[in-house]
């Protein structure tokens, strides 16, 4: 028989579920025209606000809570931690549709689906701690590093090529701040994995 999960691992669960739905439709939504960038950064604003409930409940639980499974405060960063991701994404849509960007160029794609990925490794990797199985944790981390890795290449290369492509000087502004602020997600990410790994040696 399953062990009941603890309500700690359960709301962050879901959490780390709503930071999945968020980068899954990042990734999905298609953009035709500036009227669906409204309701794409809409959508992804709702899963924002979702997420910062979760932060205020989880927040007060421990405030009222004797015993924890793992350390109080491992548990508010890792909160912390993962609000960060689904600011970071509420950020990048909010860019998009303040600068109207209907066309996404095929570095933010490679972004996005770098990112979505991540957050289905960091999912997992909470639904382990969940299950007390903290040693299959640390591929998930691994595999997080190694997108973010990526995604620091990414970075680079997309920014070489806009400076070298783009004549626009406001355009090149504007992709810059995006660009930037998609890396910012994927080190988001990769600073969730290194709390989980903490947590793992913590309690190993």
Do not use: W
Request: aromatic share 8%; with cysteine; glycine share 2%.
């Amino acid at each position: 028989m399953a062990k009941k999960k603890d309500k700690f691992a359960l709301m962050l669960l879901d959490v780390t579920n709503n930071i999945k739905e968020a980068a899954q439709f990042f990734y999905d939504y298609k953009i035709s025209n500036t009227r669906d960038l409204k309701v794409f950064y809409d959508k992804v604003k709702e899963h924002e606000a979702k997420g910062d409930t979760f932060v205020h409940t989880i927040t007060k639980e421990l405030n009222n809570a004797f015993i924890t499974p793992i350390e109080r405060e491992d548990i508010m960063l890792l909160t912390m931690t993962l609000d960060d991701v689904i600011d970071g994404l509420e950020e990048c849509a909010a860019g998009f549709e303040m600068y109207s960007i209907v066309n996404p160029t095929e570095h933010m794609k490679s972004f996005v689906t770098a990112i979505k990925n991540m957050t289905v490794e960091i999912d997992q990797a909470v639904e382990l701690l969940a299950d007390k199985k903290l040693a299959g944790i640390h591929d998930h981390s691994i595999k997080i590093k190694e997108y973010e890795s990526n995604c620091d290449h990414l970075l680079r290369i997309a920014i070489k090529e806009l400076f070298a492509v783009e004549k626009d000087p406001i355009k090149i502004m504007q992709y810059k701040e995006i660009y930037e602020i998609l890396e910012d997600v994927a080190d988001y990410c990769q600073s969730v994995a290194n709390v989980l790994e903490t947590v793992v040696m913590k309690n190993a």
